[in-house]
């Protein structure tokens, strides 16, 4: 494994090996479309809250977030909360070079309360060049994390997830109690 991190974000320790993680995770981490659409296929309405939106220098960003993507004179940074049925699921954070922000793009720094995946998913250019899978010891417990980084309209921009102890990949069953 090896760790990464940013200055608002603990370490998560990503897998060489994924085979370490259990099948039902793997399931839900390697969600190759929206993570919004998926959480959104168990029967709850997602939400979003901004916690921070801005451009920073390569010199905020973590190591491991810099090595993944190109030299920038700035990047804009997203962090969100994503909630289904207002309980937290998921921690987000976009980190986009400048120079992706062109054209229609530069729609990506006024999403707000929109979900990235709905912008991302919704007809344009998208490819992922990889996932990596994650752990993050918290004081809530383990955490299980992705990263993945995108391209739009061949154009970088890397997301993180952290998946919070009341998301459906933290339940044995993986899905939201009936009742």
């Known amino acids: 494994m090896s760790e990464s991190h940013s200055p608002t974000q603990p370490p998560i320790h990503w897998f060489d090996d ?19 659409r998926r959480f959104e296929k168990q029967g709850v309405t997602v939400t979003v809250q901004p916690k921070r939106e801005c451009f920073v220098s390569r010199e905020e960003l973590g190591e491991s977030e810099a090595q993944q993507l190109p030299t920038s004179e700035r990047y804009w940074v997203r962090e ?4 289904g049925d207002d309980e937290p699921w998921l921690l987000g954070r976009t980190v986009i070079p400048e120079e992706t922000l062109t054209g229609p793009d530069l729609a990506l720094v006024d999403l707000g309360t929109v979900p990235l995946g709905r912008y991302l998913f919704g007809g344009n250019t998208l490819t992922r060049d990889y996932i990596h899978l994650g752990l993050l010891q918290h004081e809530q417990g383990d955490l ?14 890397l997301l993180t997830e952290i998946f919070l102890p009341e998301s459906p990949v933290h339940r044995p069953e993986n899905k939201v109690p009936k009742g």
């Open 144 to 157: 299980w994390a992705r990263r993945s980084r995108l391209r739009l309209s061949d154009k970088p921009l």
């Open 18 to 36: 994924p085979q370490h993680v259990p099948a039902d995770v793997t399931d839900w981490l390697m969600e190759m479309g929206s993570m919004t």
């Open 80 to 83: 969100v909360v994503l909630f």
